[in-house]
């Protein structure tokens, strides 16, 4: 697909496991700052609103799925998210891109999204920046642990089953806790935003977070906002652009 059509599919192999994505590229010459976009579980909102208003204001936008997830290949794992992320980073700065700036990668994750994008930050230094949006940054607040709640997501799931799912959940380790990470977490630009009225993922998961980040960062709580921000998207892609002008 030709660079001025704005986007892209790609592919990602992440440890032998086709990953399905889209690229969306800006539409300004040479390589651009690009941001990792990541969904939650399972990940009904893509976040497709964001990812077109950062190709307009000139920046790229990668969309993909885990595995097991939305046509992926493979099966669903918790554990495996963290892997696949930074599979997606492998493919935007190994030159395969000449429009992606391998320079200035952005993580921007909603709800578990969130999660994987913390866990990003803290791991994987090719990360200058990350924003959490309604996420799941203190996974003992997170009640994915009980089969029967797991069992609202895994319909969209590949190759796991509820107890299999909440299983996982209870395994995680310390390594896989934003909230015990985040005192050691290397500086960096980090926006937080999590709506009060958000019945999915409770506030506490943001103000925690926060509480426990060493150094200053912009937080956002946002009155009346529910899980995805649904009548704040507007406002929300305003918000994320104006801190990504700041970033490079």
Known sequence: MHRHEGQTGILIDSQGHTLLGTLFLGFKSGPRPTALLLHGIPG???????????????????????????????????????????????????????????????????????????????????????????????????PLSDPAYAQQYTPWLSGISPGELADQWVGLSEADQPILRSPGLREMPVL????????????????????????????EIVPGADHNLTCRRDWLKQRLLDWCANLF
């Open 44 to 142: 009904i909102e893509k976040n497709y609103d964001l990812a077109h208003a950062l190709r307009d204001f000139g920046w790229n936008a990668v969309i993909f799925h885990y595995r097991g997830c939305w046509g992926s290949a493979g099966n669903y794992s918790i554990a495996t998210i963290p892997q696949d992320v930074s599979a997606a980073i492998d493919c935007l700065t190994l030159g395969l891109h000449p429009q992606v700036d391998g320079e200035k990668i952005v993580a921007i994750g909603h709800s578990l999204g969130g999660w994987a994008a913390a866990l990003a930050a803290d791991r994987d230094r090719r990360i200058r920046a990350f924003s959490s949006i309604a996420g799941v940054l203190d996974p003992d607040r997170f």
């Open 192 to 219: 937080l935003i999590h709506g009060d009225a958000d019945e999915e993922v409770e506030p506490g998961h943001t103000t925690a977070f926060s509480s426990a980040l060493p150094y200053p960062h912009e937080l």
